[in-house]
């Protein structure tokens, strides 16, 4: 189950959260199709919903909202806002939530579930069914379609979640978190167009453990550094990650312009690769389109940056590409116990303005220059 703390948590196509913590059986219950919900998969059962929420924060004490057995078309966007009276407020779904086929019909709204203004909402079971096909999204103007964003939260747990996307849906990260700290992701299974594991700036203190990936773009720190005022991304842990047949293994990714953001102490641990494009990357030169970046440097200070016992195969011969910023190099990289093999031939490692140090068993042969504080 999932526990929301002061937060805002959407998604457009669909968001589910887990959390260990128990529903509370004794509370109050409010079941969606007492309220009006009609499980066929075609009659909208939006204002139901809205029912049982709107009953549920009336409630003194802990309450449940009940969705059974059963296929209930959410037809439109429908914000669960708080605060409310009693708490908390547990959702137990048997049943599956379906998202409207036609996009468009969501229209202007940037989420179809989202939470607001909410603290200890929990939420397990169930599926939710975002419906997505590619062709239904062509021509739509709102093509970015994250899963779950978790946005300006605190204290969120994710647990034994599984989404499922065709490998040819751009844009579809699986997990994304932004502006958010005491982060956790656990069990998950995703399968994907775009990032498995988003994390982006204005984020501190996330952990991801046992995460399988593949097909997506692997675990990223996205697209850091896009303005010159930016909230940096510290202290993440991502372990017992396997990564199959992606794009990207673990990759952190900045633009290639001026920016106060900042990339520090990073733990990627206990990852398995099979098949993966680019198993470990730092791009300090993201400019797509070459528009309002070339010949500009990174700003982004990446820094104490470990990888211990990363091992498996590449699609390609280099299996380690550090390209980092000359007006400010990456730093503090640790390379520990990593073992990486290209069609059991020879790889290779690029290092450009990367600084750091290596033990243990290395493959491909380490390329980090020292800097004086590695030294010592």
């Known amino acids: 189950m999932a526990k929301l703390t002061t937060c805002v948590a959407f998604s457009a196509l669909f968001f589910f959260f887990l959390h260990r913590r128990p529903l509370r059986a004794n509370g109050a219950k409010y079941d969606v199709v007492a309220l009006g919900a009609v499980g066929d998969g075609k009659t909208g059962s939006s204002e139901a919903f809205l029912r049982s929420w709107k009953s549920a924060c009336e409630s003194k004490g802990p309450s449940i909202i009940y969705v059974p057995s059963g296929k209930f078309l959410l037809e439109k966007s429908i914000e669960f806002v708080g605060p409310y009276e009693g708490g908390p407020i547990g959702i137990r779904i048997d049943g599956s939530p379906v998202a409207p086929s036609d996009y468009k019909v969501i229209g202007s709204a940037y989420s179809w579930l989202p939470f607001h203004n909410v603290d200890g909402v929990y939420l397990s079971g169930g599926t939710l069914d975002g419906r997505h096909r590619v062709g239904e999204m062509q021509g739509f103007f709102r093509y970015k379609t994250f899963h779950i964003v978790i946005n300006r939260c605190e204290n969120v747990m994710v647990h034994g979640v599984k989404v499922f996307t065709n490998g040819d849906t751009p844009n579809t990260d699986g997990i994304h978190i932004q502006y958010s700290f005491d982060v956790t992701i656990l069990n998950l299974r995703i399968a994907t167009g775009d990032d498995c594991v988003s994390i982006t700036q204005g984020t501190s203190n996330a952990w991801g453990e046992d995460i399988l990936c593949g097909p997506g773009h692997g675990i990223s720190v996205s697209s850091l550094g896009k303005t010159i005022e930016e909230e940096g ?144």
């Open 233 to 376: 991304l510290e202290n993440v842990t991502i372990m017992s990650v396997t990564l199959s047949r992606t794009t990207n293994g673990l990759r952190i990714k900045t633009w290639g312009r001026p920016s106060s953001a900042f990339a520090r102490n990073f733990r990627f641990q206990h990852v398995v690769m099979s098949d993966v494009q680019n198993p470990i990357i730092i791009d300090q030169n993201y400019c797509p389109h070459n528009e309002n970046c070339p010949g500009q440097d990174s700003g982004v200070q990446v820094s104490n940056i470990t990888y211990e016992d990363i091992r498996g195969t590449s699609a390609t011969r280099v299996v380690l590409k550090f390209d980092c910023s000359t007006e400010t190099p990456c730093t503090g990289i640790q390379m520990k116990d990593v073992n990486l093999t290209y069609k059991d031939q020879p790889a290779a490692a690029l290092c450009v303005n990367a600084n750091g140090a290596a033990e243990g068993q290395i493959q491909p042969s380490n390329c980090l220059a020292a800097s004086d504080c590695d030294a010592l």
